[in-house]
């Protein structure tokens, strides 16, 4: 059975930094993909950062670009998000995401792709 799970998530005042673990098991077919995505109350899950098995290196939103590294996660059990400089538009829950099929390039950032998920972790930045 496949089991994804997030933890770290945390309340942080703005300009502060948390980093995020992704932990997988059970899964026994090829991840193609992992990525983090940030969902808001009433909103849809959007993609922050995500990487293929491509070795095409990471893809970030423009919004996170410089201040959040996704690192681990292909070939191995745990995927991290360091996130830096935190903004109160960070806040949200966090859900890590494991594709099963093949994806490419920067397309890894759309929830479509992805069939795992873990329960979620939630960040909230604030004063």
């Known amino acids: 059975q496949v089991q994804v799970v997030e933890s770290g998530g945390d309340l942080v005042r703005p300009g502060g930094s948390l980093r995020l673990n992704c932990s997988v098991s059970?899964?026994?077919?090829?991840?193609?993909?992992i990525g983090w995505f940030r969902q808001r109350p009433g909103k849809e899950r959007r993609g922050v950062t995500c990487?293929?098995?491509?070795?095409?290196?990471?893809f970030y939103a423009e919004s996170v670009k410089g201040r959040f590294t996704l690192s681990g996660g292909m070939g191995g059990n745990t995927a991290y998000l360091e996130m830096n400089n935190l903004q109160p538009d960070d806040t949200g829950v966090y859900y890590c995401?494991?594709?099963?099929?093949?994806?490419?390039?920067?397309?890894?950032?759309?929830?479509?792709?992805?069939?795992?998920w873990g329960q979620g972790t939630q960040v909230t930045v604030s004063s």
């Open positions: 995401g494991i594709s099963g099929e093949p994806v490419n390039g920067p397309a890894c950032l759309r929830s479509r792709w992805y069939s795992y």
């Open positions: 990487m293929t098995n491509n070795n095409e290196g990471a």
């Open positions: 059970g899964f026994h077919l090829t991840i193609y993909a």
